[in-house]
């Protein structure tokens, strides 16, 4: 038991630099709320970062030529087939559309507002870590629990207020890996998912008590077992520090990171007393593909826009995640569809006709629910899961055919295009998204879809991969660090041209290009763009 005096010299370890005059900063960085962040610092801080060290092991014997594959010394767990998880609780069993997004306040009430089963709001990748986005993204959560979010647009002349049904709120916090500058503990940056997960649950749990509810989390990036029993270890040690329910705390575990689709049934047994889901982050799986097996020449992916999930080590991820999942009673969500609406109709029959697609395979695989990144396409994908659910909540019942999902199935590399096209097109994408979230946006519309951190993530890995192995392009070229800045530079005019000139010169378009180049040609792959790119955030602290 801690007394009050450790307490009080655990709190003065902990020092918060960011701005804190507005009163409702005061009100979230409150010393009760920021006690309870310096007890769990002071409990979990080192042992996260072990497991970080333990990551950087991992992947020096994976560059070194080892494949991952399903653990020798936790078979015992996947072979005893008498254990589950925790029984859903009936807020979380009807999870047929979700819609995620950042923690920005209009964007907030929009999304509860969207007709979705489940708001997923994001502290990670859709919403750069800025201060101020961090702080006001709990005051944003805080009000939506409370009902009372409200927000008036002056350039529109429109006020924004939750409707009478508002979806489920789920919250993501950052990864393990991020850290939060603007408050240090012994003079070190704390990890920011334990600020994202002890700032929402001191707030909220409460409120949502007084609901019913419990207080819901999504958990991306792990990669292994051990940090899916850290993660709850800080679900028990908050159980119990506030004298709540065991279970109180509800988790959806982010399946994103090639490791981890190796340990699903590990993480479920770590995690039993309070997983409930667990989650295809699709597109981060595809960057940890190449992240982990970039040393692997016989593993090259092609052009990130030619893998879908009709390849087949995607297609056994899937597969694979949901029958885990069933076999130990827990839900199996879908990935992300980015479409945003096209107001030209032909473009926009074309978006739905993708999808629809999307949906109906993920549907037919057996997951219990999807995700989709714009209101407009909620009752689109609403509509899928309806007619094939034929009325029932989710697909638990669902078991997917007993043909083996063996690791050479998940780590086989598929064909596709390596061409300028796409090298240039990533090159765009790549470039408008590091700029946005070095100015503090997260979630940013570009070229018809809604894209995120992994957006960047994938573009980046794909590039430095080819030019670290000399690949051949379709047309004969060597794609060399060379022939990548020239490209880099001319697409960099191309922007010029398409965002205007005012717009240019106000951005941090020529930083940004500087930054992509160096993080694509470096003889050492950086695991995270957004690790070297938090020096040059806007209001980072």
Request: glycine fraction near 6%; proline fraction near 4%.
């Amino acid at each position: 038991m801690l007394t009050e005096n450790t307490d009080r010299a655990l709190s003065a370890c902990l020092e918060v630099r960011g701005c804190t005059a507005d009163s409702q900063y005061q009100q979230i960085l409150s010393s009760e709320a920021l006690n309870f962040l310096c007890l769990l610092v002071s409990e979990f801080g080192e042992r996260r970062n072990q497991l970080l060290t333990e990551r950087e092991r991992k992947q020096k014997r994976f560059d070194a030529g080892e494949l991952p594959d399903f653990r020798e010394d936790t078979k015992a767990i996947r072979e005893d087939k008498s254990w589950k998880v925790a029984a859903l609780p009936d807020a979380l069993k009807d999870r047929r559309v979700e819609i995620t997004g950042p923690v920005d306040r209009k964007m907030v009430i929009n999304a509860l507002n969207s007709g979705a089963k489940v708001f997923m709001c994001c502290f990670e990748d859709a919403s750069s870590p800025t201060w101020q986005n961090m702080v006001e993204g709990q005051i944003n959560l805080r009000d939506a629990n409370l009902g009372t979010i409200s927000y008036y647009d002056n350039q529109k002349d429109k006020h924004y207020s939750l409707n009478a049904n508002p979806a489920l709120l789920i919250a993501r916090p950052r990864g393990l890996h991020l850290p939060e500058q603007s408050i240090t503990f012994n003079d070190q940056p704390i990890p920011g998912c334990l600020m994202d997960f002890a700032l929402y649950f001191f707030h909220n749990y409460l409120v949502r008590a007084e609901k019913g509810l419990g207080v819901y989390y999504y958990i991306p990036k792990l990669e292994c077992m051990e940090e899916a029993q850290w993660w709850d270890d800080v679900f028990r040690f908050t159980e119990d520090h506030f004298s709540v329910e065991r279970g109180t705390i509800r988790a959806t575990v982010l399946i994103e990171t090639l490791p981890a689709v190796f340990q699903m049934e590990e993480m479920l047994y770590a995690m039993k007393d309070h997983i409930v889901a667990m989650n295809c982050g699709r597109w981060d799986y595809i960057f940890s593909y190449i992240k982990t097996l970039k040393n692997h020449t016989d593993r090259i992916l092609p052009d990130r826009h030619g893998v879908g999930m009709d390849q087949p080590f995607l297609k056994a991820y899937s597969q694979l995640l949901v029958r885990t999942c069933h076999e130990r009673g827990a839900l199996a969500m879908g990935g992300m569809s980015a479409f945003i609406p096209a107001k030209d109709p032909a473009e926009m029959e074309k978006v739905t006709a993708k999808v629809i697609d999307d949906k109906e395979r993920e549907a037919r695989n057996g997951h219990d629910g999807t995700w989709v990144a714009h209101p407009a396409l909620v009752d689109l994908a609403m509509s899928v899961f309806d007619a094939h659910l034929n009325g029932q909540k989710n697909q638990l019942n669902f078991q997917s055919p007993e043909s083996p999902i063996s690791a050479e199935l998940l780590l086989q590399p598929c064909q596709g295009s390596r061409d300028e096209a796409g090298v240039r097109k990533n090159i765009r994408i790549a470039l408008y998204y590091i700029e946005a979230w070095i100015q503090g946006m997260g979630c940013v519309p570009i070229y018809g879809l809604m894209e995120d951190a992994a957006t960047a993530e994938i573009s980046r890995a794909n590039i430095w991969q080819w030019i670290h192995h000399g690949v051949t392009l379709d047309d004969g070229q060597r794609f060399t660090a060379e022939l990548f800045h020239t490209w880099l530079y001319q697409e960099l005019d191309t922007i010029k041209q398409e965002v205007g000139e005012p717009r240019y010169a106000a951005g941090r378009f020529e930083e940004t290009a500087d930054l992509f180049y160096k993080l694509s040609t470096a003889d050492e792959f950086a695991n995270f763009l957004t690790l070297p790119s938090y020096a040059l955030l806007k209001g980072a602290a």
